[in-house]
T-cell receptor, first 113, second 113 residues
Framework: GDSVTQMEGPVTLSEEAFLTINCTYT??????LFWYVQYPGEGLQLLLK?????DKGSNKGFEATYRKETTSFHLEKGSVQVSDSAVYFC????????????FGGGTRVLVKP | DTEVTQTPKHLVMGMTNKKSLKCEQH?????MYWYKQKAKKPPELMFV???????INESVPSRFSPECPNSSLLNLHLHALQPEDSALYLC????????????FGEGSRLTVL
């Protein structure tokens, strides 16, 4: 079945540091890939998405590129802020009937001033 | 309007109580979901409704009873819950089919005493 593996946290950074969170996936066919973010005490928000190979999703300074050859969708941000402290979930959704959203385990990021 | 609205935000109930969680969306989505999220874990799928009909039940105990009265509303009826059912309950919606994103609400935080 489908699966998503992402690096375990917590990841602790200083403000303005570079952030990268690795995400790899296993899926049949051509799934869509997502990064969701969950701020403390809140629900999940879609951060960015990519629907086909080589697509780059971007939002709020975050970027991720759909790499089919390496089955990866790594999240990057060039200069983090304290407000980026949150849990980040990589996820995929296949195209078959009854397609579910499959989450990775989540990566907690803490940005210190 | 890209919001999924959940009420109540917080709920405390005893093991003999009956309560309900409510979810509403006005994005025209015909697929709606209930997820359960424990601390430091990704969300776990509970139920999926497609065109107001239950399409997926992930072997959820019968003390959780979903209901989809119309295309905009989703309820989760709770009865005789256990303390281990304490969690964040997330509602989501999406287009039916394809591999598009799910839109999540802020969640209802449930505590069972």
């Amino acid at each position: 079945g489908d699966s998503v593996t992402q690096m375990e946290g917590p990841v602790t950074l200083s403000e303005e540091a570079f952030l990268t969170i690795n995400c790899t996936y296993t899926a049949t066919g051509y799934p869509s890939l997502f990064w969701y973010v969950q701020y403390p005490g809140e629900g999940l928000q879609l951060l960015l998405k990519a629907t086909k190979a080589d697509d780059k999703g971007s939002n709020k300074g975050f970027e991720a590129t759909y790499r089919k050859e390496t089955t990866s969708f790594h999240l990057e941000k060039g200069s983090v802020q304290v407000s980026d402290s949150a849990v980040y979930f990589c996820a995929l959704r296949g195209r078959a009937a009854g397609n579910k959203l499959t989450f990775g385990g989540g990566t907690r990021v803490l940005v210190k001033p | 309007d890209t919001e999924v609205t959940q009420t109540p935000k917080h709920l405390v109930m005893g093991m003999t109580n009956k309560k309900s969680l409510k979810c509403e969306q006005h994005m025209g989505h015909r697929a709606m979901y209930w997820y359960k999220q424990k601390a430091k874990k990704p969300p776990e799928l509970m139920f999926v409704y497609s065109y107001e009909k239950l399409s997926i039940n992930e072997s959820v105990p019968s003390r959780f009873s979903p209901e989809c009265p119309n295309s905009s509303l989703l309820n989760l009826h709770l009865h005789a819950l256990q303390p281990e059912d304490s969690a964040l309950y997330l509602c989501a919606s999406s287009q039916v089919g394809g591999a598009g994103e799910l839109f999540f609400g802020e969640g209802s935080r449930l505590t069972v005493l």
